[in-house]
């Protein structure tokens, strides 16, 4: 590649031979976006050297202690687990159809964008085409299938349309442009009926839209809307609730910021990176979020679950991207997210947050070109 020259800048501009693309934010003000609109591009984006970051405590190893363990743990970005050391997604390039394994930069540490760089190097597209569970259920995300609402398949994520960093490292994110989401219609040990369950995610902050559903949870089995409380989900925008963004439940049928519509402790929440948490249990459900480059979690709504879904009737598919009757118009970032069997406590939950600001989630990329 010839000589090495080291550059750090920020995604608030753009530099030649990329794409900024607008964002949107609070009162109209614009944003850029980094994009990669050449993938050969990518040969030349080479992640500093280094073994990656790891932490003592990484969010399932937190709930697995708290006795609420997780039952998927997923992340383009970092190991959820401090003993992890497998792969976190698999990519697909254009150019010969061939696969390849994305780990990570040391065990419980960050991804390895080097190795999509390398792999992805003379393709046009790289697409991601699975996104591995850490958790010992197996619950590995693929692309969604067609449902009852969108019949067609979804599309894979371009796999370097959300470059961020850790600890100065580069990693990517799970862009979301309409048309895409992944799923598992037969997934293992997540909580059906009425069984407590906690999920959180972590989303770019200033991409969403009013359009369903970009999810990340608990759906029905078989892609198809099956009625109110067939699924309960994490929501990232502004569908029903305008101004936005909030983080909101989608129970099916229904996106709620609490027990009722007009819910006023669920408020807009404006950061570069947002942690969405939703919990449930018997008669109660809570909605909780922040900005992920802080240890502040707020609670926007915890008490009875709107009416008509006072009793879930959870099916355990898990989606990502899309509804559960994969309605795929909606769009955002998704970085990591974990669901667990159980309702996590107070203290468990500002934990996970904690784990999360640790993480050091920031748009400044530093790279070697």
């Given at each position: 590649?010839g000589?090495l020259?080291?550059?750090v800048f920020?995604?608030s501009g753009?530099k030649?031979?990329?794409q900024?693309s607008?964002?949107?934010t609070?009162?109209?003000r614009?944003?850029?976006?980094?994009?990669?609109?050449?993938?050969?591009a990518?040969m030349l984006?080479?992640?500093c050297?280094g073994?990656?970051?790891s932490?003592?405590?990484?969010?399932c190893?937190i709930?697995?202690?708290?006795?609420?363990?997780c039952?998927?743990?997923?992340?383009?970005?970092?190991?959820?687990y401090?003993s992890?050391?497998?792969?976190?997604?698999?990519?697909?390039?254009s150019?010969d159809?061939?696969?390849?394994d994305?780990?990570l930069?040391?065990?419980?540490g960050?991804?390895?964008a080097?190795?999509?760089?390398?792999f992805?190097?003379n393709?046009?597209?790289?697409?991601?085409?699975i996104?591995?569970d850490?958790?010992?259920s197996g619950?590995h995300?693929?692309i969604?299938?067609g449902?009852?609402?969108?019949h067609q398949?979804?599309?894979?994520v371009?796999a370097?349309r959300?470059?961020?960093?850790?600890?100065g490292?580069?990693?990517?994110?799970?862009?979301?442009?309409?048309?895409?989401?992944?799923r598992?219609?037969s997934a293992?040990?997540v909580?059906?009926g009425d069984m407590a369950e906690t999920?959180?995610?972590?989303?770019d902050?200033q991409?969403y839209d009013r359009?369903?559903?970009?999810?990340y949870?608990?759906?029905?089995?078989?892609?198809?809307?099956h009625g109110r409380?067939?699924?309960e989900a994490v929501y990232?925008?502004?569908?029903?609730?305008?101004p936005g963004?909030?983080v909101?439940?989608d129970?099916?049928?229904?996106?709620?910021?609490g027990?009722?519509?007009n819910?006023?402790?669920?408020?807009?929440?404006?950061?570069?990176?947002?942690?969405?948490?939703?919990?449930?249990?018997?008669?109660?459900f809570a909605?909780?979020g922040?900005?992920?480059q802080?240890?502040?979690?707020?609670?926007m709504?915890?008490?009875p679950?709107?009416?008509?879904?006072?009793t879930?009737?959870?099916q355990?598919?898990?989606?990502?991207?899309?509804g559960?009757?994969?309605?795929?118009?909606?769009?955002?970032t998704?970085?990591e997210?974990?669901i667990v069997?159980?309702?996590?406590?107070?203290?468990v939950?500002?934990e996970?947050?904690?784990?999360?600001?640790?993480a050091?989630?920031?748009?400044d990329?530093?790279?070697?070109v």
């Open positions: 590649l000589q020259q080291e550059i920020s995604t753009s030649p031979g990329k900024a607008k964002t949107k609070m009162g109209g614009a944003r850029r976006r980094l994009s990669l609109v050449d993938p050969l990518a984006l080479l992640v050297s073994s990656g970051i932490a003592a405590r990484l969010p190893d709930f697995d202690e708290a006795k609420t363990p039952v998927a743990a997923h992340s383009m970005v970092r190991a959820l401090s992890y050391s497998g792969s976190l997604y698999q990519l697909k390039r150019f159809n061939c696969t390849q994305i780990g930069m040391s065990s419980g960050i991804a390895n080097k190795a999509q760089a390398a992805c190097a393709s046009t597209e790289c697409i991601v085409t996104i591995y850490q958790s010992p619950n995300l693929s969604a299938p449902g009852g609402e969108v398949p979804c599309k894979g371009d370097f959300a470059p961020i960093s850790m600890h490292h580069m990693v990517f994110g799970a862009f979301f442009a309409g048309g895409m989401g992944y598992n219609n293992r040990n909580p059906t999920m959180y995610m972590v989303v902050g991409h359009l369903c559903c970009f999810d949870g608990n759906a029905e089995t078989d892609s198809i809307d409380g067939t699924m990232w925008g502004i569908r029903g609730m305008d963004p909030r909101q439940a129970l099916e049928n229904g996106m709620w910021p027990q009722s519509k819910t006023t402790s669920n408020v807009e929440i404006h950061a570069e990176f947002v942690t969405a948490m939703l919990k449930g249990k018997a008669g109660q909605i909780k922040g900005d992920a802080t240890r502040h979690l707020k609670t709504f915890e008490g679950r709107p009416g008509g879904y006072h879930m009737k959870k355990g598919a898990i989606i990502l991207g899309t559960g009757d994969n309605s795929n118009w909606g769009v955002g998704w970085f997210g974990a069997s159980g309702y996590s406590s107070d203290e939950d500002n996970i947050q904690a784990s999360i600001a640790d050091r989630y920031s748009r990329l530093l790279l070697m």
